[in-house]
């Protein structure tokens, strides 16, 4: 029996709207409060280096009043960890940063810096919040997420949302699958998350082994039409729908 699929909605082009005039509005507190009224298990929130969208006050203000869970997704760099110690949210992703990027292009490559993540994993769990490793769905870096202690991944669905024909997605599908199968033999929680939108959703939620995914871009382009509770409601339906279909199918 398929185990339930979870939603994180991710608000940072909340914040990147109001950046866009350096001003006050929208809120992306309330964004936050509002999905999870609307089905979000949980918000999630990209504090980069260079704080274009989501900046200290959002998380600080997320951490005191959300209902759900925060997932703070960082770079792990030393101020990062610090923050990451100071606030103490349910979780913390550790992600690649470029400053360059428009936004997150790749997986954390973990099997290169084996040595430093694990280091930045112990320090945030045992601060009491449990980590995720950002990867691609490659069976290497699922390993090495593992063995760095990490108690969750998140698989980079970017190449299979960025698939421009049924042969490509149905690859990238594959290599999603297998490498949330790896991972949940491996005693991880799978999520997943990058690209995903009303049209692609249903077939990466049909994994059984994936338990929660992190979507936002497609959230906040739909609720300029429909509004922000309508836009997760839906995007919870499809999930649920997949989740409740017989087998895996693609």
Do not use: W
Request: charge should be negative.
């Amino acid at each position: 029996m398929k185990g339930e699929i979870l939603l994180g909605v991710n608000i940072d082009h909340v914040a990147t709207l109001r950046e866009a005039r350096r001003g006050q509005d929208p809120e992306p507190v309330l964004a936050a409060l509002e999905a999870e009224q609307s089905g979000a298990d949980a918000i999630t929130v990209h504090l980069r280096e260079d704080r274009r969208h989501i900046n200290e006050r959002d998380v600080e203000l997320l951490a005191r009043v959300l209902k759900t869970r925060m997932n703070l997704e960082m770079a792990a760099t030393a101020a990062m960890l610090a923050i990451g110690e100071r606030l103490r949210p349910a979780d913390i992703c550790f992600v690649p940063e470029r400053r360059e990027e428009l936004t997150t292009e790749g997986g954390l490559d973990v099997v290169s810096s084996l040595s430093r993540i694990r280091d930045a994993v112990a320090r945030i769990q045992e601060n009491g919040t449990d980590v995720s490793l950002f990867i691609d769905s490659d069976l290497e870096q699922v390993e090495a997420a593992s063995s760095c202690g990490a108690r969750k991944i998140e698989l980079h669905t970017g190449k299979y949302s960025g698939a421009d024909n049924d042969v490509l997605r149905r690859n990238e599908r594959d290599k999603i699958h297998a490498a949330a199968r790896l991972g949940h033999e491996l005693g991880l929680q799978v999520n997943a998350g990058h690209g995903l939108n009303y049209h692609n959703v249903q077939s990466i939620a049909g994994i059984s082994e994936i338990v929660e995914l992190n979507i936002g871009h497609s959230i906040i382009c739909r609720a300029v039409f429909c509004g922000l509770s309508g836009a997760v409601r839906e995007m919870k339906r499809l999930m649920v729908e997949a989740r409740s279909a017989p087998g895996d199918g693609f």
